[in-house]
């Protein structure tokens, strides 16, 4: 058996977050789970749907992996990637790291990992590895699917070696934290405006705020989209909710990261994001609340309330990162 034993196994609420917040504390750099999801420029919204897809889906954030990315990129960490069709190369480069006494990241598909409550595919979920055995590898996943964790190895390279929507070819990554870093709360207007900028000039009307506004139109439409609307429209709530987001579509984390920002930086433009994306996450929940409800009762009335409230967050966070992209340098730090 080889583990990593000076390992924090803390699980947070984000796949993606909790996989860096392992790697960058265990070399000494710890930063809350807002401020790791606001520096990589985490937050988004895609209103994703298509003929092969049997149900809409509601995005919250960036595409996997950007995130981690965008944090490297702003701080300055070196972050190192390794991607590869063969399944005996990919355990390789893991083994070594681990055998060198670094924890690795992982992108694969939940669905073939042993723990994971939700028979759902999901190319885009990442972990953090930190030890194996002959049978078995140790994990650390979302809070909600246990923290410190072990899954096989046969399906660990079965959720590694998954092909389809969000997946990646057996990616492994490694972060190293410089000697010199900047302090990291100097990287939050870049992070910040740069989400804002994306978030309100999206290249296509499914993306930031144009999304948001199209999911209001089409959310009507769900109970005729699908036969079951009873297992469709919860699942979909569902996943706003719980699937490793904190809740409210990404929107709590945000605020949060968005709250710790303005105990650090004298800007009323960043005391107006927070107070409107406090009110965001509010109504989030809200929508995912009616959107369970239309699917339990079949009444389309609680459609018609989640689309005119989707009107009005598309309204808030337009105007939330409307003032957020005007956070600059007269910003005092």
């Known amino acids: 058996m080889t583990t990593i034993t ?14 860096l917040g392992v790697l960058l504390r265990h ?30 889906f509601l995005g919250g954030r960036v595409k996997p992996f950007d995130l981690t990315r965008n944090l490297a990129s702003g701080l300055g960490l070196e972050l190192v990637v390794r991607e590869t069709a063969s399944p005996r190369r990919a355990w390789d480069d893991v083994a070594a790291c681990i055998d ?6 992982l992108q694969l598909d939940s669905y073939h990992l042993d723990y994971f409550g939700s028979k759902v595919h999901f190319g885009g979920h990442v972990v953090a590895m930190y030890g194996y055995d002959e049978h078995s590898a140790y994990l650390v996943d979302t809070d909600q699917q246990g923290g410190a964790v072990s899954t096989s190895r046969v399906g660990l390279a079965r959720a590694r070696a998954a092909r389809g929507p969000m997946t990646a070819r057996h990616r492994s990554f490694t972060l190293t934290v410089p000697r010199d870093l900047p302090a990291p709360h100097r990287r939050i207007v870049p992070a910040v405006t740069a989400c804002a900028d994306a978030f309100l000039d999206p ?45 409210a579509l ?13 105990d650090l930086i004298d800007s009323g433009h960043l005391r107006t994001g927070h107070a409107l994306y406090t009110e965001a996450a509010v109504l989030w929940t809200e929508v995912a609340a009616l959107i369970t409800k239309a699917g339990e009762s079949g009444d389309a009335q609680c459609l018609d309330r989640a689309g005119s409230l989707l009107g ?19 910003a005092r730090v």
């Open 6 to 19: 000076d390992i924090d196994a803390r699980g947070t609420r984000h796949c993606e977050t909790t996989a």
């Open 27 to 56: 070399q000494g750099l710890d930063l809350s789970e807002p401020m790791l999801f606001g520096l990589g420029s985490g937050l988004s919204f895609v209103y994703w749907d298509g003929r092969n897809m049997p149900f809409p």
């Open 100 to 105: 060198a006494g670094r924890p690795v990241g």
């Open 203 to 247: 290249p296509i009307a499914n993306l930031g705020h144009r999304g948001i506004e199209k999911a209001g139109t089409l959310v009507r439409t769900w109970l005729q989209r699908t036969d079951t609307p009873e297992r469709d429209l919860p699942q979909a709530a569902l996943l706003m909710e719980k699937a490793g987001t904190g809740g």
């Open 250 to 262: 990404f929107r709590n984390l945000y605020r949060d990261f968005l709250g710790e920002c303005a």
């Open 312 to 330: 009005e967050l598309a309204r808030i966070e337009r105007e939330a990162m409307r003032a957020l992209s005007r956070l600059g340098s007269a």
